[in-house]
């Protein structure tokens, strides 16, 4: 099939991208590595010991900075519709997130252990039509959200992509009902272009 222009040119920009290079040099799965180091750095959310899960993990960049940080004593339970490469430390379903089957093979997964984070950075596959993509996309942070709510420890911690514009207002709202401490955080390694941000709630009410 032959590349469009679009393409060729996201193809240009992916492989001049500084935290691309960078990820190759340092031995990351991906990019979005950085990402989640500097959301960490600001609100220090892995600690050594932790349980985390990571919800849309493939190919794996923010299971291995969890992993890392968290160490031997902690686990790391990731998840994505796609396959992914193993990692140590990382225990993996590979599952679509939206059914019933998958979620429960989660939440055995977890053999009644509590959470003490969770990652998501799911999103759904463009259409290139704004306003169903946006839906999409926070339909996602929505059932991560519920996830989170129902699993996590009193006083656990939430990391989630959302997409500005549609219902963002509206989940930052739930966000800050759930959570004592909300943050928006849009990372250095975030391209401009997209509208992408990081919510981070902090302290499980």
Do not use: C
Request: proline letters at 3%; charged letters at 25%.
């Amino acid at each position: 099939m032959k590349r469009t222009k679009t393409s060729k040119a996201w193809m240009q920009q992916h492989v001049n991208d500084p935290y691309v290079q960078q990820a190759k040099h340092l031995g990351y799965r991906a990019r979005s590595a950085f990402k989640l180091l500097e959301i960490d750095a600001k609100d220090h959310l892995l600690k050594p010991g932790m349980l985390v899960v990571d919800l849309g993990a493939t190919p794996g960049g923010w299971s291995q900075i969890a992993a890392q940080k968290v160490g031997e004593r902690g686990r790391v339970i990731a998840l994505d519709l796609l396959e992914m490469v193993g990692l140590p430390g990382v225990s993996f379903i590979q599952g679509d997130f939206t059914e019933d089957a998958t979620l429960a093979t989660l939440v055995d997964k977890l053999a009644g252990q509590q959470v003490d984070l969770v990652i998501s950075d799911m999103a759904p596959n463009i259409s290139g039509i704004v306003l169903a993509d946006q839906a999409r996309g926070f339909y996602l942070a929505e059932l991560a959200l519920d996830f989170a709510v129902k699993h996590l420890k009193p006083g656990g911690a939430f990391l989630v992509k959302a997409f500005q514009g549609g219902d963002f207002d509206a989940y930052l709202k739930i966000l800050r009902t759930r959570f004592k401490h909300v943050s928006i955080r849009k990372p250095e390694a975030s391209r401009s272009k997209s509208s992408e941000v990081y919510l981070v709630g902090k302290d499980l009410k």
